[in-house]
């Protein structure tokens, strides 16, 4: 069977109060996002190239910013994150690119970027296979694509731990857990279904690591 090209659904519409209530929430994730970013920092030399997709606040592309020479970009489809993020890169004093565009059809010419990250995001892509050529499109030969999100198969036990352990107020971890079960999950891919879907993008392939309720997925563009 052919991994899903096409999701019947457009994503829940990440503007206005959702979008700031998103951002208030992940703040509690702020150490998360700074060990993603110093992991990431590792990987790659001074001077790169680097795209976040679906960046949200911009709070993993800020904390990479502060660490390195880097020319760093972030596109999402949300006028309100696009603009939240802006503000969050002046506040902090560094400088990151936010722009307004879609993961299918990237305003971006072919082998702009060296690396590129999406965390969080993927499973709310309308046309997932579609977003995943376009990742493959804009990177450079031998650059890598980084795509880290929930687990279908999380359980509900370890979805309600992640919530607890993040620190979040009492609504925000009720509101956290309610998404949760009844949009993210529902949304979210299986290993064994992101691998397909990979396997039929122009990546033709990826390497996949476990988390406690996600995964991580590095996909990389042939020299």
Request: glycine share 8%; with cysteine; hydrophobic share 45%.
């Amino acid at each position: 069977m052919n991994a899903v090209k096409q999701k019947a659904y457009k994503g829940m519409g990440m503007e206005g109060w959702i979008a700031r209530w998103y951002e208030r929430t992940r703040r509690n994730d702020m150490e998360s996002f700074r060990r993603d970013a110093r992991a990431a920092a590792e990987r790659m030399p001074a001077g790169s190239n680097v795209l976040e997709v679906a960046p949200g606040p911009g709070f993993f592309a800020i904390e990479l910013a502060r660490l390195g020479h880097f020319k760093i970009t972030g596109l999402d489809i949300s006028t309100t994150f696009v603009e939240m993020a802006a503000q969050n890169a002046r506040q902090a004093g560094v400088d990151v690119d936010f722009r307004h565009g879609s993961a299918s059809a990237m305003p971006f010419a072919d082998g702009s970027f060296d690396f590129l990250f999406c965390t969080a995001a993927f499973k709310n892509f309308a046309e997932p296979l579609t977003a995943l050529n376009e990742m493959h499109r804009v990177l450079r030969g031998g650059g890598e694509a980084t795509i880290s999100d929930l687990r279908k198969d999380a359980s509900l036990a370890e979805i309600k731990w992640y919530v607890q352990q993040s620190g979040r107020r009492r609504f925000d971890a009720w509101f956290t857990n309610w998404t949760f079960r009844h949009v993210l999950i529902k949304r979210a891919y299986t290993k064994d279904a992101f691998i397909r879907l990979a396997q039929e993008s122009r990546f033709g392939s990826c390497r996949m690591e476990l988390g406690p309720v996600g995964f991580e997925a590095r996909l990389t563009k042939a020299p």
